[in-house]
Every structure is written in C-alpha cells, then in structure tokens.
C-alpha cells in the first residue's frame, strides 16, 4: 500500500491540471479489497502534510479557512481528520490550536470505510477529493508563526494570563444582547459596558504586572479571519479594535486573515469585540439597504463597501476617542500602559519587520458612506463618562 499511495501522490501532487488527479485517483481507487491499508497510508501521509504545515508556522485555523475558500466542505472536513490523526500524538496541545478529534476508532485501517459511510462517496471521489487536499498542503508557504506547534516543549509551559472567566462571561453576554436589539440605544449601552470591562481589566493586568504581583507576561499573537466580502473595510474595522485594546494588526489579504500582536487577555476583548461590531454593522447595513429600496433605489455594491468602509473609519475615530479617554481617567496608571505599548510595539516590529501600506477602495457612494457614519455613530463602545463628542 505504501508503494501505491507513494506513486499516486508523485502523479497527482505536482501538476496544475486534472490529469494528473484523475490518474493518481484511479491508481488509489483501482482495488476494492486494499482500499482500507490505502486510506490507513493516505491517513498517514496527510498527518506529515499537516505537520510540515504546522513547522512553517501555520496553524489549523488559518489552514482551514484557505481549505474552505479554494475547495468545499467536503475536502473541510478531510482537514479535520488530518488535524486530529496528527494531535493525537501528543499529550497537551498549545492554546488556540483545534478541538478536532479522531472520530473512527484506535485502528486507521477501519478509516476508509468508515469515511465512505460519513461522505456518502466511493472511493474515486474519496481518493480524488484527499489528493486535492494534499495538493493545497503541500504548497503552503511559511509564514508568521504566533506561538508553539505541538510537541514543542515550550507549548507546555507556555500559558497566558486570560480575562477572568466570571469576567469573560459577562462580556460575552453583553456583546450577545447587543447583537441580538435591534434597538441602536440599546446597542450602544451594551456594547459600551462590554468595552468599559475590557479596558478596567487590561488596566488592572497592567499595573499588576508593574507591581512584580502578576504573572509575569509576554505579547502573544492570534490571527483572525479576515475574509471577503468587503475584507478591506473589515480590516479597517480590526485594525481599529485593535489598536483601542493597546494591540497591533496587520492584515494579509492573500491568506485572508489579519494577525493581531498584543497581551493574551488584549486579544481576546480584541476576538470578542471585533466579532460582535461585524455582526452588528452588517445588520445596520442591511437595515439602512432596505431603507434605500423603500427609497426607489436598488440595492448595489458600491452601497455595502461604502456603508462598511464609513462603519469602520468611523468606529475607529470612536474607539481611539475612548482608549484615550480611559487612559486618562488615572494618570498615575500612565506608566505600566506604555510599558505595556512599548513591549507590544516591540513584538509586532520584531515579526513584521517590513508591511507595507494599502490604498483603500471602493467609498465611491455617497449614502452607503453617510448610513454607515450614522450605524458607527449609534454603534460607540465607550464610556458614556466624560465622553467628549467628536467633530463633525
């Protein structure tokens, strides 16, 4: 088996067309009775695509997505078992990494019928659709990493300070009802005590650190889905969340993620808010879009970027407003925030040595801009105290 999954691969994996595909499938799918050893092997060699993978600093998430955009559900959930077969190796596994499980029992051979029964599929297809898949692994180039792949005696020790979970679930709640009103007033109170909390616990992070009391911390990285439609204005929108929870962004727009440099806790109020703002402008603009239909006009794309792109300038206009108005609520805090600014800074420079800047495009519609300024407007996340009103 290991000689027949060895040429299919050579045939199928480094050619552009489908010739090749065909080919290696047919070799893979020719006989019935060894098709079990054949998907054990295939198990097998996708485990050390996905390892390889990993060593070039990607991680199953990131994959993911790319799998999901250039194929289907089909080759998604082939990932997933690679994934699992591959973690299962190790005993623990580094923090944001993937909750796959290996679902077909301790004996691989039992994989490939099982599979056939899952995806409803004969073994051409099952065999065509893995081939796809390792084709898509075996091209991806190294990137960023953002922390340590399994087996790495560091993914062991290496653990962050998280946002009390008591804490977490209150913002969790609150950007939830946000989400759900469609109500703006109600929105925006929401989401302005789920920042408020966010930026009380940075704070407190801080100035236990500063102390020598905390954990001593290090910045850490996400990334974070990116993807299109409109991915330029939601990178707008990110970097903006971003930058109000005192961390970094920077976005890759060919592998549709941007990666997020910053304090553990940081990036997880950076996760959750950003999250929740996406769902609540893209509501505000299919609300504003029925409202230009009432109007006669018909709904366009020009409207939607618009309307996203004055969503995202404007709420980062806001939100920098108001981490700079928290800031300095307590100046005497001042100091272990800039520590704080400076070590970030320091470990976005350090893995982004060279970015380069993007011309944004497609704000051409005047009303999409204007609704999405007012859905920005309603939606703030700051504290109501002391708020100053920007300028308009």
């Not at 001593?216 to 910045?219: D, E, F, L, R, V």
């Not at 974070?224 to 299109?228: H, K, R, W, Y």
């Given at each position: 088996?290991?000689d027949?999954v060895r040429?299919?691969?050579?045939v199928?994996l480094?050619g552009d067309?489908d010739?090749?595909l065909d080919a ?5 799918a020719a006989?019935?009775?060894?098709w079990?050893?054949?998907a054990?092997e ?5 485990e050390a695509?996905?390892r390889?993978?990993w060593e070039r600093g ?6 993911q997505?790319l799998?999901r955009r250039d194929l289907?559900?089909r080759?998604?959930?082939?990932f997933a078992d690679?994934?699992a077969?591959?973690?299962?190796r ?9 909750d ?7 004996d691989?051979?039992a994989?490939?019928e099982?599979?056939?029964q899952?995806e409803r599929?004969?073994?051409f297809a ?6 796809e898949?390792?084709r ?6 190294g990137?960023e990493p953002v ?5 790495d ?20 709640a609150?950007?939830?009802k946000a989400e759900?009103?469609?109500y703006?007033?109600?929105?925006e ?7 408020e909390?966010?930026?009380?616990h940075?704070v407190?992070e801080a100035?236990?650190?500063a102390s020598?009391?905390?954990t001593?911390?290090?910045?850490a990285a996400?990334r ?5 439609p ?6 707008v ?6 930058g109000?929870?005192?961390c970094r962004a920077v976005?890759n727009?060919a592998f549709?993620?941007?990666?997020v ?11 959750l808010l950003y ?5 609540q402008g ?6 504003a879009?029925?409202g230009?239909?009432a ?7 020009t409207?939607?970027?618009?309307f996203?792109?004055?969503?995202a300038s404007r709420?980062?206009?806001r ?8 800031a300095?609520?307590a ?6 925030l800039?520590?704080?600014?400076v070590?970030?800074t320091?470990r976005?420079?350090?893995m ?7 011309r944004?495009?497609?704000a051409?519609?005047?009303a999409?801009w204007?609704?999405g300024?007012?859905?920005?407007d309603r939606?703030?996340?700051g ?5 100053r009103p920007?300028?308009?």
């Open positions: 088996m290991v027949v040429r299919a691969c050579e199928a480094y067309g010739a090749g290696g499938a047919s070799l893979l006989d019935g009775a060894a079990g050893g054949v054990r295939l198990l097998a060699r996708g695509y996905v390889q993978a990607w991680q199953p998430a990131d994959v997505r799998v289907d559900e080759h998604v959930r082939l690679l994934v077969g591959e973690a299962r190790y005993a623990t596994l580094p923090e944001r990494w993937s796959a499980r290996v679902w077909w029992g301790e691989d051979a994989y490939g099982r599979l056939a899952r599929a004969n073994r099952l065999a065509t659709a893995v081939l898949l390792f898509l692994l075996i091209r991806l180039p990137i922390g340590p792949v399994p087996g005696p560091a993914a062991d020790v290496l653990r962050h300070a998280h946002i009390e979970p008591r804490m977490l679930g209150r913002i969790r609150l950007l939830a759900a009103t469609t703006p007033e109600e929105a109170a929401l989401s302005a005590k789920a920042q909390l966010m930026a009380r940075t407190d100035l236990l650190a020598g009391k905390g001593a911390q290090a910045p996400c974070i889905g990116v993807e299109p409109y991915e330029e204005a939601k990178a929108l990110l970097d903006a969340v971003a109000a929870n005192r976005w727009g549709g993620f941007s990666t440099v910053g304090f553990e806790s940081d990036l997880e109020a950076v996760e999250t929740s703002l996406l769902v893209t509501a505000a603009m299919t609300r879009e029925a230009q239909r109007g006669g006009r018909k709904r366009t794309k409207f939607r970027q618009s996203l792109l004055a969503y709420l980062g206009q939100l920098a407003e108001t981490a700079e108005h928290t300095a609520e100046p005497d805090n001042l100091p272990a800039v520590a704080r600014d070590a970030v320091a976005a420079e350090e982004f040595p060279r970015t380069t800047t993007t944004l495009r497609g051409s519609d005047a999409g204007n609704d300024t007012a859905a920005a939606a703030h996340v504290s109501r105290q002391g708020r920007l300028p308009r």
